[in-house]
């Protein structure tokens, strides 16, 4: 591997076509598989494989419920609770597959931006529509803010591109974290490969940094997912009533 990007290149595992239609299997659906997999398995335990004292599998879900709950309540009230699946999934989703990432020679799902703004798009665009079959047209009296009239021409069309560019950044800033600490550990992984060829005392020292390193991936994966959760939280509050805009 000459470059660190190539870590991140999307490679046909097996080549396959149906009607002249590309249905390769490729890497980049492996993590997916895996992530949603266990994300099943989640489920599966939570709904029929609770008992009266949890084990510790189940006590680990049981937790992430319970935060997840507490996220969503905290964020949008009671109304939240409604879309709690949706919620308890996505939050699953992304944070499985950023932990999958930092297994070795585990592929990043997360760090490509069209995936990523797929799923960003997917979501805010469900939550406007969300708005208008609640509110009808009154929904869109969230882009008309409290100013004097003659400065309405002026920040309506504000407004409206900053509730556009949630599609952007909310996919932009995983993306982009992902793919940066990824890129940083490569880096130093193959430093350390060429210092170890010079002098391996030395190189057992740099060891200790690369472990921080990987530390901080780690609490980076877990914050990643909480903030998309965050947003995506705070996106669907603005469904909750017209007053609050």
């Known amino acids: 591997m000459k470059s660190p990007l190539e870590q991140f290149d999307i490679i046909n595992v097996k080549a396959a076509s149906i009607l002249n239609i590309d249905v390769a299997f490729n890497n980049i659906l492996v993590p997916l598989c895996l992530a949603l997999f266990f994300l099943f398995i989640n489920v599966y335990i939570y709904v029929y494989k609770l008992s009266i004292i949890p084990l510790y599998i189940q006590g680990l879900v049981e937790n992430l419920y319970i935060f997840i709950v507490s996220l969503v309540k905290q ?3 009671g109304y939240g609770l409604f879309w709690f699946p949706f919620i308890f999934c996505l939050f699953n989703f992304i944070l499985l597959s950023n932990l999958l990432s930092l297994i070795p020679f585990g592929m990043a799902l997360t760090s490509h931006l069209i995936l990523m703004l797929l799923l960003s798009c997917t979501t805010c665009i469900s939550i406007f529509l969300i708005g208008l079959l609640r509110f009808n047209l009154k929904f869109l009296h969230i882009f008309i803010p409290q100013c004097p009239f003659i400065l309405l021409p002026i920040l309506i069309p504000i407004e409206i591109f900053s509730y556009l560019i949630r599609l952007f950044s909310l996919s932009i800033r995983l993306a982009a974290n992902i793919l940066a600490g990824h890129t940083l550990v490569h880096i130093i992984v193959t430093f350390l490969l060429n210092l170890a060829k010079m002098d391996i005392i030395m190189s057992i020292l740099f060891l200790i940094p690369l ?13 990643q997912a909480y903030v998309f959760t965050v947003l995506v939280c705070i996106y669907l509050g603005d469904t909750r009533s017209i007053g609050a805009h």
């Open 211 to 223: 472990f921080l390193i990987l530390i901080l991936e780690f609490g980076v994966a877990l914050l």
């Open 75 to 77: 964020q949008t009230g």
